[in-house]
């Protein structure tokens, strides 16, 4: 971070010294102005009348002058540290320097500005909604810029004697909610009917892919039972609210499923209380946004096969390793972006694509353990936004990652899960947040 942050301020430096030699060359006074000498003496109004002994004389004694208030003007420093607060939201067609302008700032400082932020937050991600709040000292200078950004992340810039840059996370609440319907038409209307976040429809049918056909088996009458979690920042929800456990009666069948919290990585599937599916998720915590199998390319626009699955989770997020092996390859491939392939036996692969970085204390061909972390969420290759894609390959083709049992067969024995799943205690939390809800 300080190497860009200096990199930046150093540009800025330059630009401010080109303006200003500009600026003293318009301003220059003439020659002969400078070898008239000048006294500045203090405004004094005249005389309204004369007394008897005739007008008040124009100078005062020198003794008369230091004995005047000297804070009857603020000084140069008392000026500087007068501030005032603005701050705007970004609307659409703007970019921050025309926010830094209509803030009155001249382009020294808005350079400035500009830099180090720039250093922490690529400035061509701006976008309508993300506020810019500022301390402008009497001078026109930036003494304090704060960015909010999405999620309610905040790019901090202080400038004065030891100027900094610094990325601010929301301090979030964590809230646990509970809702219940009954399906008629659609998942997605009943969600909405019963005041259900809608995008659960998504992760309902991308969950069950491979397990359940949402879309033959549900006819009318099914009951549904969600349980989620949001994050808050005061009043507003920030992010997506994420699934913790869904229950679907179908009448003569009843599928449970729990999802990954923070701690865990493990989603495990159950039907009529048995134990069905369990899979290893590279990211904990993280939501499937995309399934395996045949769909419409975000990008190219044509239906293409989908070799693996997709995790959206925010950038930088930690992947891990969801099982032992080698590492055969880290580096950049087409259209997977900076990527990490991992070697397992019987001729198993794993791969986990579009990263942001990778671990630097890894090295290709050497042998990791299960839940290792290999690199970081990122948007790179063909990517719309950050999320990453992972893929398993037996024998060179690829499996759903989800369903495909070859991998959890080669298992050498080490925790995938920082704490057992209790199917038990996922039904009462459910119970008593729907309580809660109707109380």
């Known amino acids: 971070m300080r190497l860009r942050y200096w990199t930046a301020l150093i540009v800025t430096v330059c630009v401010a010294a080109t303006l200003s030699f500009r600026e003293a060359r318009q301003t220059q006074v003439p020659v002969d102005a400078l070898l008239t000498p000048s006294i500045d003496a203090p405004d004094i109004a005249p005389p309204a009348d004369t007394g008897p002994d005739g007008p008040e004389p124009a100078e005062q004694p020198a003794e008369a002058l230091a004995e005047e208030p000297q804070d009857a003007r603020p000084s140069d420093a008392e000026v500087s540290t007068e501030v005032s607060n603005w701050s705007r939201a970004v609307e659409p067609g703007e970019n921050l320097d025309v926010l830094l302008a209509d803030a009155g700032l001249d382009a020294v400082a808005r350079a400035e500005v500009s830099g180090a932020i720039g250093s922490e937050f690529d400035l061509r991600r701006l976008k309508p909604g ?106 507003r929800v920030i992010g997506e609210p994420t699934i913790n456990f869904a229950e679907l009666d179908l009448g003569e069948e009843r599928y449970e499923v729990i999802w990954p919290e923070d701690g865990s990585s493990r989603t495990s599937i159950f039907k009529d209380d048995d134990l069905i599916l369990t899979f290893d998720q590279p990211i904990r915590g993280a939501r499937l946004s995309s399934a395996f199998g045949p769909r419409k390319h975000p990008i190219h626009g044509y239906v293409r096969m989908h070799s693996g699955v997709d995790f959206a989770a925010e950038l930088g997020a930690t992947v891990h390793a969801t099982q032992a092996g080698r590492i055969s390859f880290m580096g950049q491939k087409s259209g997977y972006g900076l990527m990490v392939e991992i070697d397992h036996a019987q001729d198993i692969k794993t791969i986990y694509a579009h990263l942001s970085a990778v671990n630097e204390t890894l090295q290709v061909g050497q042998r990791i353990p299960a839940g290792q972390k290999i690199g970081d969420v990122g948007s790179t290759g063909t990517s719309t936004a950050p999320h990453l894609h992972y893929e398993v390959l037996v024998e060179g083709s690829p499996v759903p990652p989800l369903t495909d049992t070859h991998l959890s067969r080669i298992g050498d024995g080490t925790p995938h899960v920082d704490s057992p799943i209790s199917i038990d205690a996922a039904r009462d939390q459910l119970a008593a947040l729907l309580a809660a809800a109707d109380g």
């Open 130 to 235: 993300h506020t810019l709040a500022l301390e402008i000292t009497a001078d026109g200078r930036a003494k304090n810029a704060t960015l909010e950004v999405d999620d309610g992340v905040n790019i901090h810039a202080a400038f004065g004697a030891e100027p900094s840059v610094r990325v601010a996370p929301p301090t979030l609440e964590s809230i646990r909610q509970a809702g219940e319907t009954e399906i008629e038409n659609s998942i997605y209307a009943a969600l909405e009917d019963a005041g259900i976040p809608t995008r659960f429809a998504t992760d309902l049918e991308l969950v069950f892919a491979g397990t359940l056909d949402l879309r033959r088996a549900l006819v009318g009458g099914e009951l549904m039972r969600i349980a989620w979690r949001e994050n808050r920042l005061g009043d």
